[in-house]
């Protein structure tokens, strides 16, 4: 299994990271049958949030994990903080809460990684920082990162916070591309001129923060997906099915080795539960797209060079 560098951390980890925000709808053998299958593959970094399913999420991941005798020491565990009904929520009373929630419910001592799932408006460092130490110095969370952050709203964090943010977790794929966009159409009157992300994909480079790539098989905030869908992406599919059969792959692979194309080494989080799209996925790691194909692809979405 390809792997990565994780931020700053001096670890290597999977280049898919095994989403976990759909488990709580399957059967018991199947759940247990995926995990055994992705831990068989290399896939060892699990993605939850205290918010998938309401917690059921990380119980019925538990119990797999117990009914199949798979070992913690041998997982990195990650899971998100920080939304709750109608509002999200950075307070230290609450990051402890959760974390103490998120423990319990995934049967372990701690957690190789919290990451702060939405940016709070009313976010104050100095106790996120408190919470990040008291967590830390417990041993009950290794390390910490971000999720849909802004280059601006990390460095406020960083300014009191002592501990390495490692990862930004963004939404990226080939439609949902703006972090590339913005980056070519620079100072130009077009669509993919705009800022909406303060360089993001660059500062995480610069600052050795991992991007994990979020609905990577989606096209805009969760309208659906992109690969077979030849109605709203024609010219996109008709690409992906020529690729594929370039690369001897599927098109789903060929997506998926885009994201992995890029220097930035993304990680990419597959939240399939089927462990059919999730070997195509795995062939995906394995293909080095040529950067005219990359390119190919990304102007095939309908974006532009200038």
């Known amino acids: 299994m390809k792997t990565i560098p994780l931020g700053g951390t001096g670890l290597r980890v999977p280049a898919i990271a095994v989403g976990c925000m759909r488990v709580s709808g399957m059967p018991e053998e199947k759940l247990d049958q995926h995990l055994l299958y992705c831990m068989e593959q290399g896939l060892n970094f699990f993605d939850h949030a205290d918010i998938y399913g309401g917690g059921k999420c990380e119980e019925v991941f538990a119990a797999s994990v117990k009914r199949t005798g798979l070992r913690r020491e041998d997982m990195f565990l990650q899971s998100k903080c920080g939304i709750r009904p109608g509002m999200y929520d950075f307070s230290r009373e609450h990051i402890l809460s959760a974390v103490e929630g998120i423990l319990k419910r995934l049967n372990t001592e701690y957690l190789d990684m919290l990451v702060l799932h939405r940016p709070d408006a009313l976010m104050e460092p100095e106790e996120v920082?408190?919470?990040?130490?008291?967590?830390?110095?417990?041993?009950?969370?290794?390390?910490?990162?971000?999720?849909n952050h802004r280059p601006s709203q990390i460095a406020l964090l960083k300014k009191w916070v002592r501990q390495p943010i490692c990862v930004d977790q963004l939404q990226f794929s080939i439609p949902a591309s703006g972090m590339v966009a913005s980056g070519l159409e620079v100072n130009l009157d077009t669509p993919g001129a705009a800022d909406r992300d303060g360089a993001v994909l660059d500062y995480c480079r610069l600052h050795d923060i991992t991007v994990q790539a979020w609905s990577p098989f989606q096209y805009g905030f969760f309208k659906g997906p992109f690969v077979g869908n030849r109605e709203q992406y024609p010219e996109l599919n008709q690409a992906l099915d020529q690729l594929a059969e370039q690369y001897g792959a599927t098109p789903t692979a060929i997506a998926a080795a885009w994201i992995f194309r890029h220097p930035a080494n993304i990680q990419l989080v597959a939240g399939t539960t089927s462990d059919a799209r999730m070997a195509e996925i795995i062939r995906g790691s394995e293909i080095r797209l040529e950067r005219g194909d990359w390119y190919r692809l990304y102007l095939a979405a309908g974006n532009i060079l200038p």
């Open 129 to 147: 920082a408190q919470a990040f130490d008291e967590l830390e110095t417990s041993g009950k969370v290794r390390h910490f990162g971000v999720s």
